[in-house]
């Protein structure tokens, strides 16, 4: 397992990557997710604003979600690029 790294020094250009971030459970979770900026936002259609930016992750085979990080490891997955 890579040593988790803070996620103010995880890429934003996009490319996925293994976060680290807690639900409101309390619960810790681990998630493939991307970092989306308002500009790729609204390049894949929609209605979007500044509170949309931020970092993505499937929450189940359909859902995303928008989530907060906490931390991020080097070693990204390798799924195919959803938006």
């Known amino acids: 397992m890579s040593a988790k790294l803070p996620i103010a020094s995880a890429p934003t250009d996009g490319s996925k990557v293994t976060v680290y971030w807690t639900d409101r459970d309390g619960q810790e979770n681990e998630s493939v997710a991307q970092y989306r900026s308002l500009d790729r936002l609204k390049a894949s259609g929609g209605q979007w604003d500044d509170s949309d930016t931020g970092w993505w992750a499937y929450v189940d085979s359909d859902t995303q979600k928008?989530?907060?990080?906490?931390?991020?490891?080097k070693s990204g997955g390798s799924d195919e690029d959803d938006e």
Do not use: E
């Open 66 to 73: 928008r989530i907060s990080p906490h931390s991020w490891a």
